[in-house]
């Protein structure tokens, strides 16, 4: 019997009705002859919740007791969905991170999974039974609770399908895919049927929101498909899988703009005379305070990090460290936005840099800088611009 593995997001199980809906999905997998594993986020805005209660109680909360916090969310939500299949006559299970053999690192609030050990969750399959996972968290070499950070169950459900030689892994949430662009941004954004590793890693780590970075470098590095599909509406989704062989036979040249992205916020730390040396603390400044950044760059004068504000609670701290080890050279930009074109091969020349400063520039949008990688074109804009920035390059390089 092949084994899928399911993960729900918090807006598919915030409520109780919702849960018995994604119990009813669930059963139906399950009487299709697969075995299941589901892995769930906490209900709705539970841990924007917690979070917010740690803050009223100190405004710089300790990482550990953090993990400890915020993994009560997961542990609800997958309470409650055993419960409700139960009740539908499907047995069910449910587990924490650490009773399902997810051993991470000892970095707390942003851990890396090192090891799945999942002997207790094959029993319980073999037997028939319908698993249900906490995602987000683990449990270090230590012993300790840890969580994975920003999206962490999409990395539990990947981690979980690669551990399990599952046949394939659904994230599920409350969009049918991956889109060419927000929609709610841009309403003409059209839903993409495929998307390369790479290209959905650089779209997550550029504010996509629909699939987590390292889950899907994870299932990159395990060969894992992927799919994107609505918990609620029936469709195929999008599927991340490796580079289809359709695209092998593409004429040389600059590659197609595929989507874009955006992070509304951002803040830039910036070292001047930045030798690698400060390049290496100041990006180990931002990993001991589990402040992940959305890209980091050194050349000949500074040294960047550059930090997404949605996932900052220990942002303060990392400025104030930084001021303590670089004084003056410590240059702080904040007001901005990035958004960022992606496709493989975008950058084959400078074509399509070209055209999408050209598109900012008729829409009298300035840009404040811009990066490229092999499959990214990163601008950054004022913050209330990006909108109109999004819109204007998926007009110009993604097509209405």
């Known amino acids: 019997m092949s084994i899928v593995v399911q993960k729900y997001g918090g807006s598919s199980v915030a409520n109780a009705e919702k849960i018995k809906v994604v119990a009813q999905r669930i059963a139906r997998t399950r009487a299709g002859g697969h075995a299941v594993c589901v892995v769930v986020s906490a209900m709705g805005d539970t841990t924007d919740e917690l979070l917010a209660l740690a803050k009223e109680v100190t405004g710089t909360p300790e990482r550990r007791e953090l993990d400890m916090l915020l993994t009560a969310g997961e542990r609800i939500s997958m309470a409650l969905l055993s419960l409700a299949l139960n009740d539908l006559g499907v047995h069910a299970l449910s587990f924490t991170g650490s009773q399902s053999g997810i051993i991470t690192n000892d970095s707390h609030a942003n851990a890396r999974i090192v090891e799945v050990r999942p002997y207790r969750l094959q029993d319980e399959l073999e037997r028939g039974n319908v698993v249900i996972v906490a995602g987000y968290q683990g449990v270090s070499y230590k012993k300790e609770v840890t969580t994975l950070g920003r999206g962490g169950s999409d990395t539990t459900a990947v981690a979980l399908a690669a551990a399990l030689g599952a046949e394939y892994c659904e994230i599920c949430s409350d969009v049918d895919g991956v889109y060419s662009a927000d929609p709610r941004v841009v309403p003409a954004a059209q839903k993409l049927a495929d998307l390369s590793y790479e290209e959905m890693q650089t779209l997550a780590e550029s504010g996509a929101k629909v699939l987590n970075a390292q889950a899907v470098e994870f299932a990159r590095e395990k060969g894992i498909a992927l799919y994107a599909r609505a918990t609620f509406v029936d469709g195929p989704g999008t599927r991340i899988a490796a580079e289809p062989l359709r695209r092998l036979d593409a004429p040389a040249g600059p590659g197609r703009v595929r989507a874009i992205a955006s992070e509304a ?42 930090v997404g504000l949605e996932n900052a609670h220990r942002l303060p701290r990392v400025i104030e460290d930084a001021k303590k080890a670089f004084a003056d050279r410590l240059r702080l930009e904040d007001g901005y936005g990035c958004v960022s074109c992606v496709g493989h091969g975008i950058n084959g020349s400078h074509e399509n840099l070209r055209r999408a400063l050209e598109a900012l520039r008729e829409a009298r949008i300035q840009v404040a800088r811009a990066e490229t990688a092999p499959e990214r074109i990163g601008l950054f804009v004022e913050r209330e611009k990006v909108p109109d920035a999004v819109q204007a390059l998926h007009r110009r390089l993604v097509g209405s």
């Open 265 to 306: 916020e951002v803040v830039l730390l910036t070292v001047w005379d930045a030798s690698p040396e400060d390049f290496a603390a100041l990006a180990e400044l931002a990993d001991r305070q589990g402040l992940a950044s959305e890209s980091a760059r050194l050349d000949a004068q500074r040294a960047t990090l550059v």
